[in-house]
C-alpha cells in the first residue's frame, strides 16, 4: 500500500513584494497631497496673511503681544493705517511709532515730522533725514543680543536686546546705544523740540522676540514714554500711492484672498487623485490562496462532532433554534429585535399550532440526550417548513 503524500502547504504570510503592491497606491495619494500642499507655500510671497509689526496681529511677526504690555501699563494704543490720521491724533501727549513696514512717501515724511510729536522710528526707512534730522545711515549689521553701552536710562534698564539691522551716525549731542562695530544702532535725539528715537531693527517688539532677553523692557520703556502711542500700520488694503492714497472700488474678484484659487486648485486635484483610485479597475478579482479548501457539509459536520463530544447539548439546541427562528422571522414579517412572545404568537398564527408548543419548541428547555435533542431538531424544522409554506 503506497503513502499517501500530504498536501503541499502554501504560505499566506504577507511578503516584501505584496506590501509594496499593496501600498504603492497610498504612498503615491500622500505624495501627491504632500506636493500640492507644499508648492503654494514656496511660491507665496513670505508672510502673506501676516501684518508684521501690527497691535492687532497674534501672529509671529505681529506686535500684538507689545501692545497688550502697553494697555496693561496705562498706555492707550491708537492704531492707524494712513499718516494723515496720525497727524490728526498727534498731540504733546502722544508719541508716534513708524515701522518698516509701511512704506512711506517724501510727503508723508514731512508730514509726520511736522506734526511736532516725538516718534519712534523702528527698522530701515528711506526718508530718515527728515524723520530724524541729523542721523545718518552707516552700514547693515547682524541682529543678535547686544548690550547698551550707554547712558540712556530706558536702555541700561532693560540691559541686553537684540537689535541690530542698520547702525547710524549720530549727531552731535545725540546718545547712541547698542553698538555694532563702533556705530550705535539706537540714537535719541531732539529735532525741532522733538524727541526722536531712530532703532535699527524692529525684530524686538515682535511677539516672536518680545520675551527674549530685555526685549520687553526696552520695548515698553521705548514705546510708553508717552501717555498715547498712535502705531503707524500698513492699510489692510495697499494703495498705489502710498500709505495716504485712496484706492478705487474693487471687484468681487479682486476681494477674494489670494489662498483661495490655491486652496480649489488642492481640493480639486485631491478629488481627482480619489476618482481614479476608487475608480480604477485592473483586472479580475484575486482569489485568495487557502492552504486547504473544506466543503461546507465538513465543516458541519465537524462542528456537530465537537458537540457530541462535549456533550454540549446547550449549545447545539441553542444554535438549531437560533437559526430557525432567523430564518422564519423573515417570512413573518418580524424584525430582528422582536420579543419571544412576538415570534411565538406569530409562528402559531401561520402554522395552527398551539403557543405552548410553539414555545417549547423554540424556547424550551435543554434536551435531556442526545434523542432528544434529534427530536428537537424534527420539531424546529417542522415548523420552519410550515411557515415556509403557508
Same mark, same amino acid.
Given at each position: 500500500?503506497?503513502?499517501?503524500?500530504?498536501?503541499?502547504?502554501?504560505?499566506?504570510?504577507?511578503?516584501?513584494?505584496?506590501?509594496?503592491?499593496?501600498?504603492?497606491?497610498?504612498?503615491?495619494?500622500?505624495?501627491?497631497?504632500?506636493?500640492?500642499? @507644499? @508648492?503654494?507655500?514656496?511660491?507665496?510671497?513670505?508672510?502673506?496673511?501676516?501684518?508684521?509689526?501690527?497691535?492687532?496681529?497674534?501672529?509671529?511677526?505681529?506686535? #500684538?503681544?507689545?501692545?497688550?504690555?502697553?494697555?496693561?501699563?496705562?498706555?492707550?494704543?491708537?492704531?492707524?493705517?494712513?499718516?494723515?490720521?496720525?497727524?490728526?491724533? +498727534?498731540?504733546?501727549?502722544?508719541?508716534? !511709532?513708524?515701522?518698516?513696514?509701511?512704506?512711506?512717501?517724501?510727503?508723508?515724511?514731512?508730514?509726520?515730522?511736522?506734526?511736532?510729536?516725538?516718534? !519712534?522710528?523702528?527698522?530701515?526707512?528711506?526718508?530718515?533725514?527728515? !524723520?530724524? #534730522?541729523?542721523?545718518?545711515?552707516?552700514?547693515?549689521?547682524?541682529?543678535?543680543?547686544?548690550?547698551?553701552?550707554?547712558?540712556?536710562?530706558?536702555?541700561?534698564?532693560?540691559?541686553?536686546?537684540?537689535?541690530?539691522?542698520?547702525?547710524?551716525?549720530?549727531?552731535?549731542?545725540?546718545?547712541?546705544?547698542?553698538?555694532?562695530?563702533?556705530?550705535?544702532? !539706537?540714537?535719541?535725539?531732539?529735532?525741532?523740540?522733538?524727541?526722536?528715537?531712530?532703532?535699527?531693527?524692529?525684530?524686538?517688539?515682535?511677539?516672536? /522676540?518680545?520675551?527674549?532677553?530685555?526685549?520687553?523692557?526696552?520695548?515698553?520703556?521705548?514705546?510708553?514714554? #508717552?501717555?498715547?502711542?498712535?502705531?503707524?500700520?500698513?492699510?489692510?488694503?495697499?494703495?498705489?500711492?502710498?500709505?495716504?492714497?485712496?484706492?478705487?472700488? #474693487?471687484?468681487?474678484?479682486?476681494?477674494?484672498?489670494?489662498?483661495?484659487?490655491?486652496?480649489?486648485?488642492?481640493?480639486?486635484?485631491?478629488?481627482?487623485?480619489?476618482?481614479?483610485?476608487?475608480?480604477?479597475?485592473?483586472?479580475?478579482? @484575486?482569489?485568495?490562496?487557502?492552504?486547504?479548501?473544506?466543503?461546507?457539509?465538513?465543516?458541519?459536520?465537524?462542528?456537530?462532532?465537537?458537540? /457530541?463530544?462535549?456533550?454540549?447539548?446547550?449549545?447545539?439546541?441553542?444554535?438549531?433554534?437560533?437559526?430557525?427562528?432567523?430564518?422564519? +422571522?423573515? /417570512?413573518?414579517?418580524?424584525?430582528?429585535?422582536?420579543?419571544?412572545?412576538?415570534?411565538?404568537?406569530?409562528?402559531?398564527? /401561520?402554522?395552527?399550532?398551539?403557543?405552548?408548543?410553539?414555545?417549547?419548541?423554540?424556547?424550551?428547555?435543554?434536551?435531556?440526550?442526545?434523542?432528544?435533542?434529534?427530536?428537537?431538531?424534527?420539531?424546529?424544522?417542522?415548523?420552519?417548513?410550515?411557515?415556509?409554506?403557508?
Amino acid at each position: 500500500m503506497s503513502a499517501v503524500t500530504p498536501p503541499t502547504s502554501v504560505s499566506t504570510s504577507p511578503t516584501a513584494g505584496s506590501v509594496w503592491r499593496g501600498g504603492r497606491g497610498m504612498l503615491v495619494i500622500a505624495l501627491l497631497v504632500l506636493v500640492t500642499a @507644499v @508648492v503654494p507655500v514656496l511660491l507665496s510671497s513670505p508672510g502673506t496673511g501676516d501684518r508684521p509689526l501690527d497691535p492687532t496681529d497674534s501672529s509671529l511677526q505681529g506686535g #500684538k503681544a507689545l501692545a497688550q504690555l502697553l494697555r496693561r501699563h496705562g498706555v492707550s494704543v491708537e492704531r492707524v493705517e494712513s499718516v494723515s490720521a496720525m497727524a490728526a491724533s +498727534a498731540g504733546p501727549d502722544s508719541q508716534l !511709532l513708524i515701522g518698516d513696514t509701511v512704506a512711506l512717501s517724501a510727503d508723508d515724511a514731512r508730514a509726520i515730522a511736522a506734526s511736532g510729536a516725538d516718534r !519712534l522710528i523702528a527698522g530701515r526707512q528711506t526718508h530718515l533725514d527728515i !524723520l530724524a #534730522k541729523g542721523v545718518l545711515t552707516s552700514k547693515d549689521v547682524r541682529s543678535r543680543s547686544r548690550e547698551p553701552r550707554c547712558a540712556l536710562p530706558g536702555a541700561t534698564r532693560a540691559g541686553s536686546a537684540f537689535i541690530g539691522g542698520v547702525s547710524f551716525v549720530a549727531p552731535g549731542g545725540a546718545t547712541g546705544c547698542y553698538p555694532a562695530a563702533g556705530r550705535p544702532t !539706537l540714537v535719541r535725539h531732539t529735532v525741532d523740540g522733538a524727541t526722536v528715537t531712530v532703532i535699527g531693527d524692529s525684530a524686538f517688539m515682535t511677539n516672536m /522676540r518680545l520675551a527674549e532677553d530685555g526685549n520687553a523692557a526696552l520695548a515698553l520703556n521705548l514705546t510708553g514714554a #508717552k501717555p498715547r502711542l498712535i502705531w503707524l500700520t500698513a492699510p489692510e488694503e495697499p494703495t498705489t500711492t502710498g500709505v495716504t492714497g485712496t484706492g478705487e472700488g #474693487k471687484t468681487l474678484g479682486e476681494l477674494i484672498p489670494d489662498a483661495v484659487p490655491w486652496a480649489m486648485l488642492q481640493l480639486a486635484v485631491a478629488v481627482a487623485v480619489v476618482a481614479v483610485w476608487r475608480g480604477r479597475r485592473l483586472g479580475p478579482v @484575486v482569489a485568495e490562496r487557502l492552504p486547504v479548501v473544506v466543503r461546507a457539509s465538513e465543516t458541519v459536520e465537524g462542528r456537530g462532532r465537537l458537540y /457530541r463530544a462535549r456533550r454540549a447539548r446547550d449549545r447545539a439546541a441553542q444554535a438549531l433554534r437560533a437559526a430557525a427562528i432567523d430564518r422564519m +422571522a423573515p /417570512r413573518l414579517g418580524l424584525p430582528p429585535t422582536a420579543s419571544p412572545e412576538e415570534i411565538v404568537a406569530a409562528v402559531a398564527v /401561520r402554522t395552527g399550532r398551539e403557543a405552548p408548543e410553539v414555545r417549547a419548541a423554540l424556547y424550551g428547555p435543554v434536551p435531556a440526550d442526545d434523542s432528544a435533542l434529534v427530536a428537537l431538531a424534527g420539531q424546529l424544522d417542522t415548523l420552519e417548513r410550515q411557515v415556509r409554506d403557508s
